[in-house]
């Protein structure tokens, strides 16, 4: 195997550089808007400036949520609302200082977003963008109909910010106070991104069958994103305002929700920067349109609403991924420094004694109406053991496979693991018992490196949540989950591939990534799913041989495939499935001398 793996170093040195601007080009934008109040700016642009960085707020909420976790929300206006309303009513009607009124609508926006995510947030397809849809009208609505809030002429008088006596006004002051929100809030998205919650929140857009395979609690993650992105917006509804001195319904209806969504699209949606970038075009074109068309058409209206939605068009058909991805793809990227060395093992499970019975299938049925597609199967894998699962096309081998690991329900029989029973059990509970699996077709998530996508294995493994990695402080256990992923890697021959984008991957080398994943979760008991379905020949000879040195190591592996010469050549027992049915079990000399079994693959005679 030591002529299959190669180091991952010699492949560091011949990377190319991370560009200048890609490096400097954020610390380049800090410094323009920290000296920009000091420079003679007109008023007017820092206006101007002010209001893109009321928008980028929600927008980096849109990011996270919509651009990064798949989840289309229209309802993120209503957040912002729920802010801004909180501080006037307050801060007019009992006097509270405004800095206290930020995390009183802070609480109430998290509240309100708990729940509305934890219903909203099951659904998926058409009906999530719809029910955010709903409860984005019912919110504006409830806004405008109050009389506490002052119906649809809203809160008049609301005061301006102050700190120690200082008036921060709604200029300059005002401005920096603003972007110092925006920047941190980028910064900190950046950060949770690049970590291990990251990771399994960037799992979410390729459905959740993954993500819980590898344990991550996929409704979780989503209702945490989901409060996090009504966090963001309700902090730019406070800051709102305490500027405008004044709220009413209009900014925080249904359309204000959709070009919150078209300033993520536009700038990118699964892009930082490309919040800040989506919410200074739309601003600044929203007002030079409203000057420039009706003195080109010769009359007044919202024609500006007509040029946004042919924008949108050009954009989801020209750019899908927005301006900011379309700059960040030309800008060559600097590979993630291998700073792990010297980290400390993660925390290994114990494993089953040599013969120990690690996964008992007794008598498992699964019926799909009047189908039987698995029809009484019964067999048992040891520590030690390689016990593959075999049959022609259609003989029930995947779904005996998906009801072992919690994918589908059991309609009779049961599964116990270690001892336990675990069927009715979801896929993660099942992982963090020790199961780890792969798939007949391929899942993981191109966009992330090699590196990233077989971290996200160890998820278990690793404790640091959000917060900790926002405010930086995960970076041993991140280390610990890197080093764990280069081995794995290391060991099915890819550790110079370390640092190369996913889906640019050929079919074999993602498969041989899934093991090194499925490893990353110390296993007890290996599932796999046709893993060497597009393997050349001598990935298939590597293949074998780290499914033989896993063995040796007390390793129990449960395999479905269709590789005979694989299957003889690597299992201490072979399984037999036909039409979801038990036709026989043995050794592989067994198993090829089985008459029945040649009739199965190949047919009777007649």
Known sequence: MSAVISSSAATQASEAKGSPLRRFGPWVLIALLAVLPFLPVPDFWIIQLIYIGLYALPVLGLVLLTGVAGLTSFGQAAFVGIGAYTTAYLTVNTGLSPWLTLFIGLALTGISAFVIGAITLRMSGHYLPLATIAWALSL??????????????????????????????????????????????????????????????????????MAEAMGIDTLRHKVGIFVLAALLASVSGWLFAHFQRTVNPSPFGIKMGIEYLFM?????????????????????LEDQLQVLLPKLIGTAGSYEVIVFGILIVLVLKYLPDGLWAFIDRRLPRAPRPVDWQGAAPLPARAKPAAGEVVLQVKAVRKVFGGLVAVNDISFETRAGQIVGL????????????NLVTGVLRLSGGEVRFRGQR?????????????????????????????????????????????????????????????????RQLQRVGMGELL????????????????????????????????????????????????????????????????????????????????????????????????????????????
């Not at 993520?264 to 600044?284: E, F």
């Not at 926002?470 to 991140?478: D, I």
């Open 140 to 209: 504006y609505y409830l806004m405008g109909n109050l009389d506490a809030l002052g119906k649809y002429d809203g809160i008049l008088g609301v005061k301006g910010l102050s700190a120690f006596g200082f008036e921060i006004g709604q200029r300059r002051v005002f401005y920096g106070l603003v972007w110092v929100f925006v920047i941190g809030a980028s910064f900190a998205l950046i950060r949770l991104l690049d970590s291990r919650s990251g990771r399994a929140i960037r799992s979410l857009a390729r459905g959740s069958q």
């Open 264 to 284: 993520a699209v536009l700038g990118g949606a699964a892009h930082v920067w490309g919040a800040i970038a989506g919410s200074g075009i739309v601003k600044v």
């Open 390 to 401: 075999i049959g022609p096309n259609g003989a029930g081998k995947s779904t005996t496979f």
């Open 422 to 486: 675990v069927d009715g059990l979801p896929s993660r509970k099942i992982a963090q018992q020790g199961m780890s699996r792969t798939f007949q077709h391929v899942k993981l998530v191109p966009e992330m490196t090699v590196l990233e996508n077989v971290a996200l294995g160890a998820h278990l493994r690793g404790h640091r949540g959000p917060i900790a990695a926002m405010a930086r402080l995960n970076g041993a256990e991140e280390r610990q989950l890197f080093a764990e992923a280069q």
């Open 499 to 606: 640092h190369e984008q996913a889906g640019n991957l050929a079919m074999g080398q993602q498969r041989l990534l899934e093991i090194a994943r499925a490893l990353c979760a110390d296993p007890a008991l290996l599932l796999l799913d046709e893993p060497a379905a597009g393997l050349r020949h001598k990935e298939k000879q590597a293949l074998a041989e780290v499914l033989r040195s896993l063995r040796a190591e007390g390793m129990s592996i449960l395999l479905v495939e269709h590789d005979m010469g694989l299957v003889m050549d690597v299992c201490d027992h072979i399984v037999v499935m036909e039409f979801g049915t038990h036709l026989m079990e043995g050794t592989p000399a067994q198993v090829q001398q089985s008459e029945k079994v040649r009739a199965a693959y190949l047919g009777t005679e007649h």
